[in-house]
């Protein structure tokens, strides 16, 4: 309860630093017929930072903020579009005002979580993103979204009342490129140095206060790689092959040397499926992901590791296996921990694989897949 209300009063007072600095030229800056719009760099800030509600309640102060400016209620000066549309329509001009406002902090996050769940899956380690990159792209996007809402709110408006041809003559103009160009811009390099730089900074904070935490952390993060460390070798879980399925392990293994693994993925199904004794086949099944672990396909591997469990369910599967198993899924949270922008996989995430492998170490296979659906 006491977070709560300290997230509600600190939305309030960011939500009305965002409107009294949208009412003056500073947010809304004049560029001829149209305003340079910075004030969304702050909204985009803000829900990086602080999550999509509180930015939901900045970009409705910088929405309010817009529309007073319309009605040239404010110090900053009233665009060619609001002229156009006040005549018309007092409820249009807060509809274009306040809903890009608020598609703005939702496209950020949806944008920045993509990314970042792109990042965690991505088949190549060389080309994961770095965290300022994403930072930058899912301001981008947040920032280009902003406009476009905006654009098609204004544009169906003014079609509607046939100011349609006005619209589209000041819209589609070299100005209004150039200061659409300049706000995305502006957003990628004014938000990603800062969210950056505080995010590292709380987290040194967390650190020097809660030494011991962190050393229990560390602790039990060492244990799942020493888990990891004593699992056995990839070859060992190969199991024994007739002349043919080693014939097919040899072509599936020159796709997969060679990087092409989309191919190398339909081979091994059916390198898999030439063990008629279901144990083998499940071995076969993990030495496969194992393989694809090794060269940091962790999206490949996770999407195996589902299908492996769910074909588990029903069979006798010794502690070997089971070991591997588990080790398989550390390996998996370890991978995805560290594409995240703090390093640490949120509390709901973790909640997940801490349950799949619980229910790896009972045998509920079946239930441990359907945990690892959910990430």
Known sequence: MKEYARKTALAGIIA?????????????IPLGSINLTIMHIPVIIITLLLGVKTGAAAGFAL????????????????TVFASLLLPHSSFAVFLTAVVPALVLPVATNYIYL????????????????TKSTIISYAAIGGSLAYTLAFAILMGASLAFANKGADFANTFFSFPMFICIAIEAAAAAFISAPIVRTITDYN????KSK???????????????????????????????MNEKTANMHSKCMGFFNSGAYDFAVKMFDKFEEEFADVTER?????????????VYQYKIAEKRLVEALKFAQGIVIDDKSTNVLTGIIKILRIANANTVISGKLDAQTERIYAKAIDFVNSGAYLL????????
């Not at 009305?16 to 809304?28: A, C, H, K, N």
């Not at 007073?68 to 000066?77: G, I, P, Q, V």
């Not at 987290?203 to 967390?206: A, G, L, N």
């Not at 560390?218 to 004593?230: G, H, P, Q």
């Open 16 to 28: 009305s630093l965002v409107f009294l600095i949208g009412m003056t030229p500073v947010g809304l």
């Open 210 to 240: 809660k030494p011991k935490p962190e050393e229990i952390e560390e602790i039990e993060e060492n244990e799942d790689l020493r888990d990891v460390a004593v699992m056995p070798t990839t070859e060992s879980l190969l199991p024994y």
């Open 282 to 294: 499940f071995n076969a099944k993990l030495y496969v992901i194992m393989r694809f672990i090794e």
């Open 114 to 129: 993509k990314l970042l769940k792109l990042n965690r899956t991505n088949q190549y380690r060389r080309k994961r993103l």
């Open 368 to 375: 441990a897949a359907q945990m690892l659906e959910r990430l």
């Open 203 to 206: 987290e040194s904070v967390i």
């Open 63 to 78: 929405g309010l903020a817009s529309m007073l400016a319309a009605f040239n209620k404010s110090l900053a000066k009233q």
